[in-house]
């Protein structure tokens, strides 16, 4: 059948900007690959290798079996809400009030809603690049500009006050930040972030810091920017410290009089975060469930301590250490100057997925490739000695 009669789709002008993730190419090809019967490491996958611990899963079923599978409040559960505020309690020993936190559709439901309620079209949203690209088709979305300021290592990869101050303008209205970052694990320093807190707040845009990788940070450390006052926004999920990616459930925790309109837009955007999610989430907040997580942060960790020299004697260079998250971000211009040709090589001549450096920006982005320790040990052994022997 030919494509006779068959017309484009007609689209928005928006599409045009709002790429596609490159690496789901190379992720296609790897599973054609594993069709024939290749054996593939997959360094690629930004998301844990483990899955929600037994009891969470047992709440989530349970919920399903009572029946408790109907629409919730817009911003979540009461009790859930109430747990996340005891979750911030016990863990960074911060007292928030529940009301101020508000249950999503994962840390992507929080973004929007978030950016849905605060920019006005030509708004402009300064971020970091290399970043989580998500962000600016998010801004693009809603018609604001994103504007992705260049970082390396000398930052840590992350924004700085000076950085911030050298590329605001008239129309910058929000400022995002993400610590541990996505792809290079950095994290932002205290006194950094109150920095750049205290710009923001000195200049009226709102600080928009998204700690979806707290909790796995080696070693552990919780501060969070939540105990900051002012225009400051915390977005956080279910998905990564809490191995619950397909369940969908974040939060947000935002200041009181900014409430109300999260609420309304989450009613029209959503209607309701998942149900039977937000119960498990109730048994992944519980103290034995985190003492399980603290030991699968000490096996990221272990996993880093061995991929970060392993790739450095492959010739990659890693200007800073990662801090946490399950990303290396690395430079590879002494090996090649296209990261997305060698990805692909890797790929088809090594058997080895990794994420190019495109995916995330473009300051650099054909230098970098981000390897993610989201698989075994052994599995992580296996990719190196056959990067080592495609290196020579
Ligand atoms: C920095 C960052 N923020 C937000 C998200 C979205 O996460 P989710 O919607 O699964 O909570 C991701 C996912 O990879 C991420 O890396």
Redesign the pocket.
Same mark, same amino acid.
């Given at each position: 059948m030919g494509t006779e009669g068959a017309s484009s789709p007609r689209l928005a002008a928006r599409m045009a900007e709002i790429q596609p993730f490159h690496v789901m190419r190379l992720l296609a090809r790897a599973r054609e690959l594993e069709r024939q019967g290749r054996d593939i490491v997959h360094m690629e996958i &930004?998301?844990p290798d483990f899955t929600a611990p037994e009891a969470v899963v047992e709440a989530g079923v349970q919920a399903l079996r009572d029946g408790r599978s109907h629409y919730t409040p817009a911003s979540g559960l009461t009790e859930l809400r109430e747990a996340l505020a005891d979750y911030y309690r016990r863990q960074y020993a911060v007292g928030l009030d529940a009301r101020r936190i508000l249950v999503t559709p #994962? =840390? @992507? #439901?929080a973004?929007q809603l978030l950016l849905g309620i605060l920019l006005d079209p030509g708004d402009e949203v300064l971020m970091a690049d290399p970043g989580?690209p998500?962000n600016r088709n998010f801004v693009r979305l809603y018609e604001g500009r994103a504007r992705p300021v260049p970082v390396g290592p000398e930052t840590r990869y992350q924004l700085t006050e000076e950085l911030l101050r050298a590329h605001w303008s008239p129309s910058t209205r929000v400022v995002m930040l =993400?610590s541990p970052?996505?792809p290079t694990g950095t994290w932002v320093a205290e006194d950094d972030l109150r920095a750049m807190a205290a710009l923001c707040a000195e200049r009226g845009a709102a600080l928009v810091v998204?700690e +979806?990788?707290h909790g796995l940070l080696y070693p552990p450390r919780w501060w969070t920017a939540a105990c900051l006052a002012g225009e400051i926004f915390v +977005?956080n @999920?279910? @998905?990564k410290y809490f191995a619950m990616?397909g369940w969908?459930l &974040?939060w947000l925790v935002a200041p009181m009089e900014y409430v109300e309109a999260l609420e309304r837009l989450a009613q029209n955007l959503f209607l309701a975060p998942p149900t039977p999610a937000q119960y498990a989430a109730l048994a992944a907040l519980d103290e034995d469930n985190c003492a399980l997580l603290e030991r699968r942060r000490e096996i990221f960790r272990q996993r880093r301590d061995y991929l970060l020299p392993a790739l450095r004697r492959l010739g990659f260079e890693i200007a800073c250490e990662p801090d946490g998250a399950f990303y290396i971000y690395a430079d590879c211009s002494h090996l090649d100057n296209d990261s997305f040709i060698l990805s692909r090589q890797l790929m088809e001549q090594a058997g080895v997925v990794v994420t190019p450096g495109i995916d995330f920006g473009h300051h650099r982005a054909d230098q970098h490739l981000r390897f993610a320790y989201t698989t075994s040990l052994e599995r992580l052994r296996e990719g190196v000695a056959r990067m080592t022997e495609f290196f020579g």
């Amino acid at each position: 059948m030919g494509t006779e009669g068959a017309s484009s789709p007609r689209l928005a002008a928006r599409m045009a900007e709002i790429q596609p993730f490159h690496v789901m190419r190379l992720l296609a090809r790897a599973r054609e690959l594993e069709r024939q019967g290749r054996d593939i490491v997959h360094m690629e996958i &930004g998301e844990p290798d483990f899955t929600a611990p037994e009891a969470v899963v047992e709440a989530g079923v349970q919920a399903l079996r009572d029946g408790r599978s109907h629409y919730t409040p817009a911003s979540g559960l009461t009790e859930l809400r109430e747990a996340l505020a005891d979750y911030y309690r016990r863990q960074y020993a911060v007292g928030l009030d529940a009301r101020r936190i508000l249950v999503t559709p #994962g =840390a @992507s #439901g929080a973004l929007q809603l978030l950016l849905g309620i605060l920019l006005d079209p030509g708004d402009e949203v300064l971020m970091a690049d290399p970043g989580y690209p998500c962000n600016r088709n998010f801004v693009r979305l809603y018609e604001g500009r994103a504007r992705p300021v260049p970082v390396g290592p000398e930052t840590r990869y992350q924004l700085t006050e000076e950085l911030l101050r050298a590329h605001w303008s008239p129309s910058t209205r929000v400022v995002m930040l =993400a610590s541990p970052a996505n792809p290079t694990g950095t994290w932002v320093a205290e006194d950094d972030l109150r920095a750049m807190a205290a710009l923001c707040a000195e200049r009226g845009a709102a600080l928009v810091v998204d700690e +979806i990788y707290h909790g796995l940070l080696y070693p552990p450390r919780w501060w969070t920017a939540a105990c900051l006052a002012g225009e400051i926004f915390v +977005i956080n @999920s279910f @998905s990564k410290y809490f191995a619950m990616t397909g369940w969908r459930l &974040g939060w947000l925790v935002a200041p009181m009089e900014y409430v109300e309109a999260l609420e309304r837009l989450a009613q029209n955007l959503f209607l309701a975060p998942p149900t039977p999610a937000q119960y498990a989430a109730l048994a992944a907040l519980d103290e034995d469930n985190c003492a399980l997580l603290e030991r699968r942060r000490e096996i990221f960790r272990q996993r880093r301590d061995y991929l970060l020299p392993a790739l450095r004697r492959l010739g990659f260079e890693i200007a800073c250490e990662p801090d946490g998250a399950f990303y290396i971000y690395a430079d590879c211009s002494h090996l090649d100057n296209d990261s997305f040709i060698l990805s692909r090589q890797l790929m088809e001549q090594a058997g080895v997925v990794v994420t190019p450096g495109i995916d995330f920006g473009h300051h650099r982005a054909d230098q970098h490739l981000r390897f993610a320790y989201t698989t075994s040990l052994e599995r992580l052994r296996e990719g190196v000695a056959r990067m080592t022997e495609f290196f020579g």
